[in-house]
C-alpha cells in the first residue's frame, strides 16, 4: 500500500517560512498529480496547490497565491510546499494527496484523491 510521509510543519510567527516535504518510497509520480489539502479545525478540508507531474503546470488557491511554491523531485519521489509569508489564517494540518492524471477533473476536490498522507501540523502565531 503506497503510503504518503510529510514533513517540515511546526510552530513559526506570521510572516515566516516553512518547507514541507512529502515523501513517497517506492511510488513515481510520473503520470500523476500531486497535491496539498489543508484542514484548519471546524472547516472543510480545502486544495491549496496542485503539479502536475507531466508537464509541471502548477495550480493555486487565491488564498495562497503569491506566497506558497509547489513542486516535485521526482528523482526522489518527494514533493514539496515552500511556505513565505505565513499567516495565522494559514493554521492547518497540511496533507499531500495523488491521483493519477487521466482521473484528475477538479483539483482542488479532495474526492479525486486515491492516496493520502498522514498529515503534519503548521501553525502560525501572530
Known amino acids: 500500500e503506497v503510503q504518503f510521509v510529510e514533513s517540515g510543519g511546526g510552530l513559526v510567527q506570521a510572516g515566516g517560512s516553512l518547507r514541507l516535504s512529502c515523501a513517497a518510497p517506492?511510488?513515481?509520480?510520473?503520470?500523476?498529480?500531486i497535491s496539498w489539502f489543508r484542514q484548519a479545525p471546524g472547516k472543510e478540508r480545502e486544495g491549496v496547490s496542485c503539479?502536475?507531474?507531466?508537464?509541471?503546470?502548477?495550480y493555486y488557491a487565491d488564498s495562497v497565491k503569491g506566497r506558497f511554491t509547489i513542486s516535485t523531485d521526482n528523482a526522489k519521489n518527494t514533493a514539496y510546499l515552500q511556505m513565505n509569508s505565513l499567516k495565522p489564517e494559514d493554521t492547518a494540518v497540511y496533507y499531500c494527496?495523488?491521483?493519477?492524471?487521466?482521473?484528475?477533473?477538479?483539483?482542488?476536490?479532495?474526492?479525486?484523491?486515491?492516496?493520502w498522507g498522514q498529515g503534519t501540523q503548521v501553525t502560525v502565531s501572530s
Open positions: 503539479i502536475r507531474s507531466n508537464d509541471g503546470t502548477t
Open positions: 494527496a495523488a491521483v493519477p492524471l487521466l482521473l484528475l477533473r477538479v483539483w482542488a476536490s479532495e474526492y479525486e484523491y486515491d492516496y
Open positions: 517506492g511510488f513515481t509520480f510520473d503520470d500523476f498529480a
